[in-house]
């Protein structure tokens, strides 16, 4: 009736409803959570609620008491019992603290030594106890104070008790130090502001501070527990002198023993101070507090309290992180012009950066950014150094501390090397490093160098490592005639603190050093490992090594004063394997992901190899390293030729006119690009607009550059100025500074990279300090005598000047004559040359001179040369060698060697009697007429640095007819001298010295 929609649907196959065997574990282990969460709730609420119970009786308990003590005459034990165990609550404490003021020292002391005396002492332990907590509580206020003279009333007095043997004092001290006294009285003190020193609490908490090392023997626990304390607690104070009254300051520097540093180790010290900004204020106020005890008194320390205090600021400093000695300021400041950056102009000194991101810990506040500058003074400096006579454990820590001090504050370096260096002691103290450390010292006479990490060496590092400073810095300023003056004769006092022969030892110790920790496939460990017993990593020695053996090798280079072979180690691997993995490793660079202006520290992690030859190359044969760098270039080469081959950037073609050389060659080739390493196809046009003959297969293209160069060097141009010694540097004119002259030094930098790239030799000669810049080295005040003999000779008078400075006008500025004035430093002008500051001025001018004038002259200039010639390539050779690089060596030219490797074209050949003829008038020839010969047929008078066999083209003789009325002429190009037939010798010799004398010029016939 209803449908089957109403009916009951039943399944008769009889569908299941027991759950699954995981379902079932699951459900019960919900319900064991569940019953076992329940138990906990309970159990906690029923903790919580006897809590609460016995709170509840405790307060009824002490209301109790306190009521019944407020019933009670104060003063009895009872009474005071009460207190106690009421809590102490503030207001019956002060007054229970009145009335025994109230009652006198002589009551208080009676109780404290009658029938009654031990539970007396109890009682009196405990009230002072509270009374301390109560101080801390509200440091400021009345009752504070109260507290505190009562405390050191109980502290004052030492009768002993009739019962005990130990004074009450001292049995009240340490029931408070045994309960956090000194973490208490810092609290206490740092509550008071700055500006509230006059607050009379001030000097009980000092006291009360002080109080223990009156009290216990100096063998006692609780005097060493004490001296840790304030050291811990209040040395740590921010502004602690400040921040106490001169009576408080005078008790806590007379009655702290500061002569017991031999009583605490510095290391369980040290890491009970785990901020870093209280181990600047602890070092701060070690400062205030301990360095006036250096001189002999009666509160200076003795010897093994000095070693211990010297050592504890060892630790110090080598847990701060770098330049946390500097005060940070958040705010938009003048920096001064580094030396990345110049300007010539007086008003442009200067520019403005914001500091964006804060260190991660700096020193907070002036005041104490003053105190730590007392640590690199003149006079603290001074006082160290005086006391390295006491003992040679104090000396190493002395040494220890100075090297500290240059890697955690290098802001503060050239200042404090400066200080050491001119200082009374300065001479002693080289002459200690070296003879009595550093000479004896077994670094550095291991050649493999696997001994040095050896922690038996811990000692021997510092003294190295802090003379390698100090002699880099005293080279910056020494002149070549004081480095090599050894006595007062000639007039050249001698301000080389080491004699040549300790500098070439010295050198070679280093040498050896250095080498294998860059010969090393452990580069990370180089990187992150540490010296042993210093916080410095081995890459950090190495760069300071290297820096001093580069300032000497640059004496040597100048000057020789070492053996044959002294730089040299080549004994310690296989050169030929050497050179292969060199070139492979270079290679490898320039397919990588690296880029291509590697830092010399970024090469030396990667590629060991050539991390030597771009740090310390000299230790490698010059011959080796030149083959080394003309590989580099073929290998350029053939990638050069892979990525354009085919394409109109493999030759690119130019015409220039024969009178314009320059200007065609500008005009053309500055913008070519990747193009200079190309293959270039010069086409000469002469006067008349005529193509003139000759094809070029590189020959003529060695005429063009040769001729460029000739033009682009001319000093009469204005780019270029030259030295007495005919030495070329960029011109510092305004007019040199230029954008359009800039371009110029680009386009000549690019000319001078093709030549190398090319092997040919350009005759120009630059100066010293101008090629230091091609390879980032500092300029040294030496070569500022070849730029400006005057003002070098007024700086080497200041140098030495022993008169009174007040009488010299001078000041951090340099005067450019009739225009205007520049300061070389920040507010120069008001900054007078002093005793103490005039190295760092005759520093600042010779960097002047000798780098900021010419920096933009010299950037345009090495950025065109880099475009051809790879950075780390030069940075293979010095100065010296660069010269013989670009220009050829300066020495006598070898016949032999010339006629070995000559090429002989036409009729001509090695036993052709006009070639017999020749070569015998060569030899008759002397070193000059030789020079003008070779610069007749190759256009430079010096022969190629490794022999004319890299002569490219070589050097070629053909016959040039038998009119022997013609002078010989030659095609520079391709090294080429055509010769006529003549006849007998001295015709052929009139012939030729009438050429090469008059400089019969190119001739493509």
């Not at 405790?58 to 209301?63: I, P």
């Not at 005759?842 to 933009?856: E, F, S």
Request: proline fraction near 5%; charge should be neutral.
């Amino acid at each position: 009736m209803f449908g089957d929609d109403r009916r009951r649907q039943i399944n008769l196959g009889g569908a299941t409803t027991t759950a699954s065997h995981a379902a079932i574990l699951a459900q019960a282990q919900q319900e064991r959570q569940r019953r076992h969460l329940e138990k906990r709730q309970l159990d906690a609420s029923r903790v919580i609620q006897s809590h609460w119970r016995a709170y509840a009786a405790k307060l009824s308990v002490r209301r109790e008491m306190l009521a019944q003590f407020d019933r009670e005459p104060i003063g009895t034990m009872l009474s005071t019992r009460l207190l106690i165990f009421g809590g102490c609550e503030r207001s019956r404490l002060v007054a229970w603290t009145r009335a025994a003021s109230d009652a006198g020292e002589a009551t208080i002391l009676g109780l404290l030594t009658g029938p009654q005396s031990n539970s007396w002492l109890v009682l009196m332990r405990q009230i002072a106890h509270y009374m301390l907590l109560q101080t801390a509580a509200d440091p400021q206020s009345s009752d504070s104070l109260l507290f505190l003279q009562f405390i050191n009333l109980l502290s004052k007095n030492r009768p002993l008790s009739e019962t005990a043997n130990v004074p009450v004092a001292e049995q009240i001290i340490g029931y408070l130090l045994a309960r956090d006294l000194y973490p208490k009285l810092s609290y206490c003190i740092i509550s008071f502001p700055v500006q509230s020193k006059s607050a009379p609490q001030l000097l009980e908490l000092v006291t009360l501070a002080v109080a223990p090392f009156r009290l216990f023997s100096t063998s006692h626990p609780y005097y060493r527990q004490s001296f840790v304390g304030i050291i811990i607690n209040i040395l740590t104070i921010p502004l602690l002198p400040n921040r106490i009254t001169v009576p408080a300051l005078l008790t806590l520097s007379s009655n702290t023993p500061f002569a017991s540093f031999d009583l605490v180790s510095s290391s369980p010290l040290f890491q009970q101070i785990p901020s870093d900004v209280r181990r600047l204020h602890l070092l701060a106020n070690l400062l205030v507090f301990v360095a006036p005890r250096y001189a002999s008194s009666p509160a200076s320390l003795n010897n093994t309290s000095l070693e211990s205090y010297l050592r504890l600021l060892n630790t110090i400093l080598s847990e701060l992180p770098v330049n946390a000695l500097d005060q940070w300021k958040p705010k938009k400041q003048q920096v001064e012009l580094a030396a990345g950056e110049d300007s010539d102009d007086s008003t442009k000194q200067f520019k403005s950066q914001v500091v964006e991101s804060r260190p991660s810990i700096s020193v907070p506040d002036a005041k104490t950014a003053s105190r730590l500058a007392n640590l690199v003074s003149q006079e603290h400096i001074t006082s160290l150094l005086a006391l390295s006579e006491k003992s040679i454990a104090i000396w190493h820590q002395i040494i220890h501390l100075l090297v500290n001090i240059l890697s955690k504050w290098p802001g503060r370096r050239d200042g404090l090397l400066t200080t050491i260096a001119t200082g009374p002691r300065g001479p002693i103290v080289f002459k200690k490093l070296w003879r009595d450390s550093v000479r004896g010292s077994h670094l550095g006479k291991d050649t493999g160098g696997r001994s040095m990490r050896d922690a038996r060496f811990v000692n021997d590092w510092p003294p190295l490592i802090l003379l390698v400073e100090l002699y880099t810095q005293a080279l910056l300023t020494m002149s070549d005639d004081e480095f090599f003056a050894s006595s007062p004769a000639g007039g050249t006092v001698s301000r080389n603190p080491l004699i040549i022969g300790e500098v070439t030892a010295l050198s070679r110790q280093l040498l050896n050093i250095v080498f294998p920790l860059y010969w090393t496939e452990d580069t990370n460990e180089i990187k992150d490992g540490t010296v042993p017993g210093m916080t410095l990593t081995w890459e950090m020695v190495r760069e300071r090594i290297t820096k001093c053996l580069q300032a000497i090798h640059a004496r040597d280079s100048r000057r020789p004063f070492t053996p044959a072979g002294h730089w040299l180690v080549s004994d310690q691997f296989d050169v030929k394997s050497f050179v292969a993995a060199a070139i492979a490793e270079e290679g490898q660079l320039d397919e990588g992901s690296h880029p291509r202006l590697l830092t010399k520290r970024e090469l030396a992690y990667i590629s060991p190899r050539l991390g030597i030859l771009n740090n310390i190359p000299f230790s490698i044969p010059f011959e080796t390293r030149v083959s080394i760098f003309r590989s580099f270039i073929h290998n350029d080469q053939v990638k050069f030729d892979d990525t354009f081959n085919g394409s109109s950037l493999f030759k690119h073609r130019v015409t220039i006119r024969r009178d314009r050389v320059s200007q065609d060659g500008f005009d053309h080739l500055n913008d070519l690009g990747p193009a200079w390493k190309g293959r270039l196809a010069i086409q000469f046009v002469d006067q008349f607009g005529q193509e003139e003959a000759g094809i070029d297969g590189g020959g003529v293209f060695k005429e063009f550059l040769t001729s460029l160069s000739k033009e682009v060097f001319d000093t009469d141009r204005g780019l270029w100025l030259a030295t007495k010694q005919q030495e070329l540097y960029p011109n510092s004119h305004s007019y040199a500074k230029e954008p359009h002259q800039l371009n110029w030094y680009r386009f000549i930098g690019r000319v001078l990279g093709k030549a190398l790239y090319e092997g040919i030799l350009v005759d120009v000669a630059f100066a010293g300090f101008f090629l230091a810049k091609w390879l980032g080295k500092q300029s040294y005040l030496d070569d500022l005598a070849s730029l400006d003999p005057e003002l070098y000779q007024g700086l080497i008078f200041l140098k030495n000047y022993t008169g009174r400075f007040e009488d010299l006008v001078a000041n951090a500025l340099l005067d450019l004559g009739i225009t205007r004035t520049v300061n070389l430093k920040r507010n120069g002008q008001n900054i007078p040359v002093t005793k103490e500051n005039r190295l760092e001025y005759i520093i600042l001018v010779a960097y002047y001179r000798l780098t900021r004038q010419i920096k933009m002259q010299c950037d345009a200039f090495f950025e065109g040369l880099s475009e051809i010639i790879d950075p780390k390539w030069l940075r293979m050779f010095n100065q010296q060698e660069l010269k013989i690089l670009v220009g050829g060596v300066e020495e006598p030219i070898d016949l032999n060697d010339l006629r070995e490797n000559v090429v002989y074209g036409g009729l001509y050949d090695d036993n052709h009697p006009t070639v017999r003829m020749f070569w015998r008038v060569c030899e008759s020839l002397d070193q000059e007429r030789r020079k003008q010969l070779l610069r007749f047929v190759t256009s430079c008078a010096r022969p190629p640095l490794l022999g004319f066999k890299e002569l490219n083209p070589k050097f070629a003789i053909r016959d040039a007819g038998i009119d022997e009325s013609r002078l010989p002429t030659a095609s520079t190009c391709v090294n080429l001298l055509k010769l006529p037939l003549y006849q007998d010798e001295e015709t052929l010799r009139r012939k030729l010295l009438h050429a090469i004398s008059a400089g019969a010029g190119f001739d493509l016939s």
